[in-house]
């Protein structure tokens, strides 16, 4: 075959950084052109592939951050550093960066969902996505499952961010409560000047999504990003189709007033 | 365009000769093989002579897996190595089929060499040896509803054929195939087309589809009905999703393969995440599902509707779920009529 969109290629483990207990950001080397909000279809060899959102890239490394609830990435665990993914992709549409370049951007995250909108986050303070203003509220089930808790004070640096955990917690002084009492509480001078982000479990997303129209932001600028079985990542398995959409081509990212009108 | 005309022993000798340079698939009949004791089974099979080409009968499965098999080997393993999987028969191959069946295969061709602008190797390396040979509808068979999906009437094949009870009339398209059936009698013949079904279905006409009718309660007696055994899916010609399995043999763990294999809208599952996650629990969640993409939401992304009228799903599904009834369902739903 000239052309095997199904064939991987390898991509050597240059860091492995434990997040929780079963949570950890592998860094890999390769040279690829992507956006944040992309995905590769990343696979081992006789285990399986599975869609990983990017969690972070340079121009020679990205990072994949996984948690071990799977037969792949429970294998994925099991890898040290020198060790081969074998990676195809970029896949999908990625945040659209043209619209948040200089922008009051806002970013709602739950759980895992942290890990797509990373990237966003990471321009923001490197300059490479320049925005007025960047406003984070994380939330995680505890202080034990946060994901990227080393760079909170980072971010602070560019921005107002709030990590919340769903329940108070003894030696958790931070914020506690679901992402929707947050979101709630969030003043906006200008609320159809804001661009809003939200990534995280379909029910989070729901109510959160909720809960910033509510606070006055136009339908069309709230972006949500979805994650669905696939086995392609190329409009052919079927795994990811929502109406006439699919998740692999049309997005993970959508606007909302697009994704508004998706049933599964 | 030539048009031939033939007795059964003189086509026979075609056959044989076509057989010689071509892999032969049609229809073919399995006695006892059927699914209740005392029945016969007709699938898609390989064909030796003309007298196993099954002309009385629907076949239960499409001819879909010359393009699409079941089960597919993409790659091999050899420790990391990937290796792509070679085509085992690299043959050309000529397919009797029926109208609806072609036009299955432009929905199969819109998936899988069209959909995001990637052309899927695997299954175009099947489909560009493929060549139809049209077999001429006299009758509709039972569950056939390719009238109402305006997928009765086929222009894109090699050949056409009308079985008669003394004689076989051809007519020949492409013209490498005319030296094959030069032998015949000149005739005027060309193929006509079923233009009536015992079942008819209203198809729904919008663009949008409104979201109440994701909730109706046209769905729910689905819930009980269906038990997510995927024969429709598995039955359908214009079915296409697969999933991804990799394995590794027994006796080394060094080396295995990745396949992709059939999987279906129906199947328990099809949406599974990892972490527990999945989406349409209930049968009839899945019912709306595979009913929308194949009459609503495939047109509004490709500009005509996935299904073909074929009635597998209706033929096959031991439940007795009719999924023409369920368009017409929807179609009254959609008029605020009863969707009873």
Request: charged share 25%.
């Given at each position: 075959?000239?052309?095997?969109?199904?064939?991987?290629?390898?991509?050597?483990?240059?860091?492995?950084?434990?997040?929780?207990?079963?949570?950890?950001?592998?860094?890999?080397?390769?040279?690829?052109?992507?956006?944040?909000?992309?995905?590769?279809?990343?696979?081992?060899?006789?285990?399986?592939?599975?869609?990983?959102?990017?969690?972070?890239?340079?121009?020679?490394?990205?990072?994949?951050?996984?948690?071990?609830?799977?037969?792949?990435?429970?294998?994925?665990?099991?890898?040290?550093?020198?060790?081969?993914?074998?990676?195809?992709?970029?896949?999908?549409?990625?945040?659209?960066?043209?619209?948040?370049?200089?922008?009051?951007?806002?970013?709602?995250?739950?759980?895992?969902?942290?890990?797509?909108?990373?990237?966003?986050?990471?321009?923001?303070?490197?300059?490479?996505?320049?925005?007025?203003?960047?406003?984070?509220?994380?939330?995680?089930?505890?202080?034990?499952?946060?994901?990227?808790?080393?760079?909170?004070?980072?971010?602070?640096?560019?921005?107002?961010?709030?990590?919340?955990?769903?329940?108070?917690?003894?030696?958790?002084?931070?914020?506690?409560?679901?992402?929707?009492?947050?979101?709630?509480?969030?003043?906006?001078?200008?609320?159809?000047?804001?661009?809003?982000?939200?990534?995280?479990?379909?029910?989070?997303?729901?109510?959160?999504?909720?809960?910033?129209?509510?606070?006055?932001?136009?339908?069309?600028?709230?972006?949500?990003?979805?994650?669905?079985?696939?086995?392609?990542?190329?409009g052919k398995c079927g795994h990811c189709k929502i109406d006439s959409a699919y998740i692999c081509l049309d997005g993970p990212v959508f606007r909302f007033s697009r994704a508004a009108g998706l049933i599964d | 365009m030539y048009s031939f005309s033939?007795?059964?022993?003189?086509?026979?000798?075609?056959?044989?000769?076509?057989?010689?340079?071509?892999?032969?698939?049609?229809?073919?009949?399995?006695?006892?093989?059927?699914?209740?004791?005392?029945?016969?089974?007709?699938?898609?099979?390989?064909?030796?002579?003309?007298?196993?080409?099954?002309?009385?009968?629907?076949?239960?499965?499409?001819?879909?897996?010359?393009?699409?098999?079941?089960?597919?080997?993409?790659?091999?393993?050899?420790?990391?190595?990937?290796?792509?999987?070679?085509?085992?028969?690299?043959?050309?191959?000529?397919?009797?089929?029926?109208?609806?069946?072609?036009?299955?295969?432009?929905?199969?061709?819109?998936?899988?060499?069209?959909?995001?602008?990637?052309?899927?190797?695997?299954?175009?390396?099947?489909?560009?040896?493929?060549?139809?040979?049209?077999?001429?509808?006299?009758?509709?068979?039972?569950?056939?509803?390719?009238?109402?999906?305006?997928?009765?009437?086929?222009?894109?094949?090699?050949?056409?054929?009308?079985?008669?009870?003394?004689?076989?009339?051809?007519?020949?398209?492409?013209?490498?195939?005319?030296?094959?059936?030069?032998?015949?009698?000149?005739?005027?013949?060309?193929?006509?087309?079923?233009?009536?079904?015992?079942?008819?279905?209203?198809?729904?006409?919008?663009?949008?589809?409104?979201?109440?009718?994701?909730?109706?309660?046209?769905?729910?007696?689905?819930?009980?009905?269906?038990?997510?055994?995927?024969?429709?899916?598995?039955?359908?010609?214009?079915?296409?999703?697969?999933?991804?399995?990799?394995?590794?043999?027994?006796?080394?763990?060094?080396?295995?393969?990745?396949?992709?294999?059939?999987?279906?809208?129906?199947?328990?599952?099809?949406?599974?995440?990892?972490?527990?996650?999945?989406?349409?629990?209930?049968?009839?969640?899945?019912?709306?599902?595979?009913?929308?993409?194949?009459?609503?939401?495939?047109?509004?992304?490709?500009?005509?509707?996935?299904?073909?009228?074929?009635?597998?799903?209706?033929?096959?599904?031991?439940?007795?779920?009719?999924?023409?009834?369920?368009?017409?369902?929807?179609?009254?739903?959609?008029?605020?009529?009863?969707?009873?």
């Amino acid at each position: 075959m000239k052309e095997n969109p199904y064939r991987p290629f390898p991509a050597t483990i240059t860091g492995i950084k434990a997040e929780t207990d079963c949570e950890f950001t592998l860094t890999v080397a390769a040279s690829v052109a992507m956006m944040p909000g992309q995905f590769f279809q990343v696979s081992l060899p006789k285990i399986g592939e599975a869609p990983i959102s990017i969690s972070g890239f340079g121009p020679d490394w990205i990072q994949f951050t996984v948690r071990a609830v799977g037969r792949l990435t429970n294998a994925l665990q099991e890898l040290r550093t020198g060790e081969n993914l074998f990676i195809r992709g970029p896949y999908g549409t990625g945040f659209p960066l043209d619209t948040f370049r200089g922008s009051n951007l806002a970013i709602v995250a739950g759980g895992s969902g942290t890990a797509p909108v990373r990237p966003l986050i990471r321009g923001a303070l490197d300059g490479t996505l320049p925005v007025r203003s960047l406003r984070v509220i994380a939330g995680f089930k505890s202080k034990e499952s946060l994901l990227f808790a080393d760079e909170f004070d980072e971010w602070r640096k560019k921005g107002e961010v709030l990590v919340t955990i769903d329940k108070p917690q003894e030696g958790w002084d931070g914020p506690s409560g679901l992402v929707t009492e947050h979101i709630r509480a969030m003043k906006l001078d200008d609320p159809a000047d804001v661009q809003f982000v939200v990534v995280g479990p379909p029910v989070m997303m729901k109510f959160a999504v909720a809960e910033v129209r509510l606070l006055g932001v136009p339908e069309d600028n709230i972006w949500v990003s979805f994650e669905r079985l696939m086995s392609c990542g190329l409009g052919k398995c079927g795994h990811c189709k929502i109406d006439s959409a699919y998740i692999c081509l049309d997005g993970p990212v959508f606007r909302f007033s697009r994704a508004a009108g998706l049933i599964d | 365009m030539y048009s031939f005309s033939f007795s059964l022993e003189e086509f026979s000798r075609v056959f044989d000769a076509l057989g010689e340079r071509y892999a032969l698939s049609g229809p073919r009949r399995f006695p006892g093989k059927g699914r209740f004791s005392g029945t016969d089974l007709v699938k898609y099979a390989p064909l030796a002579s003309f007298d196993e080409l099954e002309l009385d009968e629907k076949s239960g499965m499409s001819p879909k897996s010359l393009v699409f098999p079941p089960d597919e080997t993409t790659f091999y393993f050899n420790g990391d190595e990937f290796t792509e999987a070679p085509l085992e028969d690299e043959r050309e191959t000529v397919v009797f089929l029926r109208p609806c069946d072609i036009n299955g295969f432009r929905r199969l061709d819109a998936i899988f060499l069209e959909n995001g602008g990637t052309k899927d190797p695997y299954y175009m390396r099947r489909r560009e040896k493929l060549h139809f040979f049209m077999i001429e509808c006299a009758t509709s068979f039972e569950n056939c509803f390719c009238v109402s999906m305006g997928s009765n009437v086929a222009g894109e094949y090699a050949v056409a054929l009308r079985f008669d009870q003394d004689s076989v009339l051809v007519q020949v398209k492409d013209e490498r195939f005319a030296g094959l059936f030069a032998s015949g009698a000149p005739s005027a013949f060309t193929p006509e087309f079923v233009r009536e079904n015992a079942r008819n279905v209203e198809v729904p006409d919008i663009d949008e589809m409104p979201p109440e009718l994701f909730l109706h309660p046209l769905w729910d007696e689905y819930d009980a009905r269906c038990i997510a055994c995927g024969r429709c899916n598995t039955s359908c010609v214009t079915c296409t999703c697969f999933s991804t399995r990799d394995i590794f043999y027994a006796d080394s763990r060094r080396s295995g393969e990745r396949r992709r294999v059939w999987d279906g809208c129906h199947l328990d599952g099809f949406t599974d995440m990892a972490g527990g996650y999945s989406f349409r629990k209930k049968k009839g969640e899945r019912m709306r599902f595979k009913t929308f993409h194949k009459i609503y939401d495939f047109k509004k992304r490709f500009g005509y509707n996935m299904c073909v009228g074929c009635g597998r799903c209706d033929d096959v599904c031991p439940e007795y779920i009719s999924f023409a009834e369920c368009i017409n369902k929807v179609a009254a739903a959609l008029k605020g009529g009863d969707a009873k």
